[in-house]
């Protein structure tokens, strides 16, 4: 039987002394998931725990069916992260050398790391940059190079929160596109956009660290909308 992507039961997650997530259940096995919710509602603490970057408090959880806890450096392996901010991601001097450095932990030999940059580089529109500083691109062209850094270890969970934030309309949907192609793996897509969440196959909304609504997106945002007029 295969496990399913997400799989929480009575999560929480206490950060110093606030409540960040509260009795979170979830099941969702659709291939891409939008999380959607007002400011501080945690959004960003669920993605974190997605990525077994942070752990759970209180309850279980199954994330590509492995404890984030106890598997955490197999999860870490297996799951990608893209933030809004690509600056925070960007390591190497070079575009090329960036993407290169994903693939270390990979150890797979200067031949297939020069085959899998190349091919990666070419996808994400960056082959004529390979040689450029890779803190002098826009901010555009840097975010793809965050994506070609997640991306390059074929990842079979993208995380994503916010990866549009600060990007003109032509680049949000660049980037969009990417991450929402059907290219193996999964996403879970933090955003503000509802019209980029809208594109996702189910949503989930937070609120007050508690999951509010689950299920299709046009469902969950009409509920969220109705908050909103509130
Ligand atoms: N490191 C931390 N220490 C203490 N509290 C934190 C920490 N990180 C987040 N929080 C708190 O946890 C709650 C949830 O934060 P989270 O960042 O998950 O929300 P969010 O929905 O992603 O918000 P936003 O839309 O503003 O990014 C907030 O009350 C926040 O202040």
Same mark, same amino acid.
């Given at each position: 039987?295969?496990?399913?992507?997400?799989?929480?039961?009575?999560?929480?997650?206490?950060?110093?002394?606030?409540?960040?997530?509260?009795g979170?259940?979830?099941?969702? /096995?659709?291939?891409?998931?939008?999380?959607?919710?007002?400011?501080?509602?945690?959004?960003?603490?669920?993605?974190r725990l997605?990525?077994?970057?942070?752990?759970?408090?209180?309850g279980?959880?199954?994330?590509?069916?492995?404890?984030?806890?106890?598997?955490?450096?197999?999860?870490?392996?297996?799951?990608?992260?893209?933030?809004?901010?690509? /600056?925070?991601?960007?390591?190497?001097?070079?575009?090329?050398?960036?993407?290169?450095?994903?693939?270390?932990?990979?150890?797979?030999?200067?031949?297939?790391?020069?085959?899998?940059?190349?091919?990666t580089?070419?996808?994400?529109?960056l082959?004529?940059?390979?040689?450029?500083?890779?803190?002098?691109?826009?901010?555009?062209?840097?975010?793809?190079?965050?994506?070609?850094?997640?991306?390059?270890?074929?990842?079979?969970?993208?995380?994503?929160?916010?990866?549009?934030?600060?990007?003109?309309?032509?680049n949000?949907?660049?980037?969009?596109?990417?991450?929402?192609?059907?290219?193996?793996?999964?996403?879970?897509?933090?955003?503000?956009?509802?019209?980029?969440?809208?594109?996702?196959?189910?949503?989930v909304?937070?609120?007050?660290?508690?999951?509010?609504a689950?299920?299709?997106?046009?469902?969950?945002?009409?509920?969220?909308?109705?908050?909103?007029?509130?």
């Amino acid at each position: 039987m295969t496990s399913r992507a997400l799989l929480l039961d009575g999560v929480g997650v206490r950060l110093g002394e606030v409540d960040a997530l509260r009795g979170v259940d979830l099941d969702l /096995d659709a291939r891409t998931v939008a999380v959607v919710g007002e400011n501080g509602s945690g959004k960003s603490t669920f993605a974190r725990l997605a990525a077994g970057l942070v752990a759970p408090t209180a309850g279980t959880a199954r994330i590509l069916g492995l404890d984030p806890v106890r598997q955490a450096a197999e999860l870490r392996r297996r799951v990608a992260v893209v933030f809004s901010n690509p /600056d925070a991601q960007i390591v190497m001097p070079t575009v090329a050398e960036d993407v290169a450095f994903s693939l270390r932990p990979d150890r797979l030999g200067r031949d297939e790391t020069r085959r899998r940059v190349q091919e990666t580089l070419a996808r994400f529109g960056l082959s004529e940059l390979r040689e450029r500083s890779s803190h002098e691109l826009s901010g555009g062209q840097k975010q793809l190079l965050a994506l070609a850094g997640a991306f390059v270890r074929r990842p079979e969970l993208v995380i994503a929160d916010e990866p549009t934030t600060y990007l003109d309309a032509r680049n949000a949907r660049l980037v969009a596109d990417h991450l929402l192609a059907d290219a193996g793996h999964r996403l879970v897509l933090v955003t503000h956009d509802l019209a980029l969440a809208a594109r996702c196959d189910a949503a989930v909304l937070f609120a007050g660290g508690r999951v509010e609504a689950v299920g299709r997106p046009a469902d969950v945002i009409a509920e969220y909308e109705a908050v909103l007029a509130c």
